[in-house]
């Protein structure tokens, strides 16, 4: 259903962005998107590090990224509150309620520490 929803929303998808998730070094971590079925976080490797830029997704230390976490930000009684996500620092682990949180605050951009 969350790729669904999010497939839906074409090429342009970047326009229905409402909160994006930045490491230190500026590269994409996840996205949370407005979505038909709600808000639907993306985690992991998009097209690249550093956003759709031309440029080959390689991690830093030689690894290849590329696989998407995809699901609603609301969690089930059956889901963790933690999120798998991964940039071409290393992996990371982003937390449902503090997104749902920045959601509702209309915070736009939320660099991990």
Same mark, same amino acid.
């Given at each position: 259903?969350?790729?669904?929803?999010?497939?839906?929303?074409?090429?342009?998808?970047?326009?229905?962005?409402?909160?994006?998730?930045?490491?230190?070094?500026?590269?994409?971590? /996840? #996205?949370?998107?407005?979505?038909?079925?709600? *808000?639907?976080?993306? !985690?992991? @490797?998009?097209? &690249?590090?550093?956003?759709?830029?031309?440029?080959?997704?390689?991690?830093?230390?030689?690894?290849?990224?590329?696989?998407?976490?995809?699901?609603?930000?609301? /969690? #089930?009684?059956?889901?963790?509150?933690?999120? *798998?996500?991964?940039? !071409?620092? @290393?992996?990371? &682990?982003?937390?449902?309620?503090?997104?749902?949180?920045?959601?509702?605050?209309?915070?736009?951009?939320?660099?991990?520490?």
């Amino acid at each position: 259903m969350a790729r669904a929803a999010v497939d839906s929303l074409g090429s342009q998808r970047s326009d229905h962005a409402l909160v994006r998730v930045k490491c230190p070094a500026s590269h994409n971590v /996840a #996205t949370v998107y407005r979505t038909p079925e709600g *808000p639907v976080l993306v !985690a992991g @490797g998009g097209p &690249t590090a550093h956003g759709n830029r031309d440029r080959s997704e390689t991690a830093h230390h030689g690894g290849s990224l590329g696989s998407e976490f995809v699901d609603t930000l609301e /969690a #089930t009684q059956f889901e963790d509150d933690d999120v *798998p996500a991964r940039c !071409a620092c @290393g992996p990371h &682990t982003l937390s449902r309620q503090d997104l749902q949180a920045a959601v509702r605050s209309h915070t736009r951009t939320v660099t991990l520490a």
